[in-house]
């Protein structure tokens, strides 16, 4: 059914990424409670088989993405607000590093406690890599170009890129906040994204936007070394 597959090709990416942040979770919960032993860095080493997993199943579903243009990046207007809300988005985010509740500060990933020089460069490759390649593209496939639609109309690919909803627009900034440890800059940060989409009508302006965000947060985080933020 093409519905299916439609719906398929845009949820399976982000249910495997929230799979392995599931997984490590549980593994810093387990050990914890003393049940498994841990490095500080052992969990490091998800994340390169996360970015491979989840890239290895967009590429798997590339053609089914006909609402992903990059020709729509060649209108320079949109570009320039999608690159310059991207930057607003970082600094709102550096500034809203608030947990909720009694939600402990996320330890994040420090690659000065990895001793071994060449590990320790290919794991922060890869922490950049994914980031700004996989993360903006899976995430904006998921919450803007599926969920987004699908809260309109379940059979969601009928519903043009763009067309806005109170319902649909709140319910996704709210869910895309709660995804993040820093949930109000979440939030914000979805409302952000969304609202590129109503002006552009593109999931790739979205996408760029992401990725200028999280590609000024990777040489923020790594120039200052508040690895909480990763």
Not at 99 to 107: M, S
Not at 120 to 148: C, D, H, K, N
Request: proline residues 3%; aromatic residues 14%; hydrophobic residues 55%.
């Amino acid at each position: 059914m093409p519905f299916k597959r439609g719906a398929l090709a845009r949820v399976l990416p982000f249910a495997l990424f929230i799979a392995f942040i599931a997984v490590d979770e549980c593994a810093r919960l387990l050990a914890a409670q003393g049940w498994i032993n841990l490095s500080q860095t052992s969990l490091y080493y998800l994340y390169p088989l996360k970015t491979i997993a989840v890239a290895a199943l967009l590429y798997r579903y590339l053609r089914d993405y006909t609402e992903l243009s990059l020709r729509d990046l060649a209108v320079g207007r949109h570009t320039l607000i999608s690159c310059a809300l991207g930057l607003l988005t970082f600094v709102l985010w550096i500034s809203m590093d608030w947990t909720l509740g009694a939600g402990a500060e996320p330890q994040g990933f420090n690659p000065n406690l990895i001793t071994d020089q060449p590990t320790r460069i290919v794991l922060t490759l890869f922490r950049v890599a994914g980031a700004v390649l996989v993360v903006p593209l899976m995430e904006e496939l998921f919450w803007r170009s599926f969920l987004l639609r699908y809260l309109i109309d379940a059979n969601f690919e009928s519903v043009p890129i763009g067309r806005f909803s109170w319902a649909s627009f709140l319910v996704t900034v709210l869910l895309f906040g709660l995804e993040h440890h820093f949930i109000l800059a979440g939030m914000v940060a979805g409302a952000i994204y969304s609202m590129i989409l109503y002006k552009t009508r593109s999931i790739a302006q979205c996408v760029l936007a992401h990725a200028v965000t999280n590609l000024a947060l990777a040489g923020y985080v790594l120039y200052t070394g508040r690895w909480h933020f990763w």
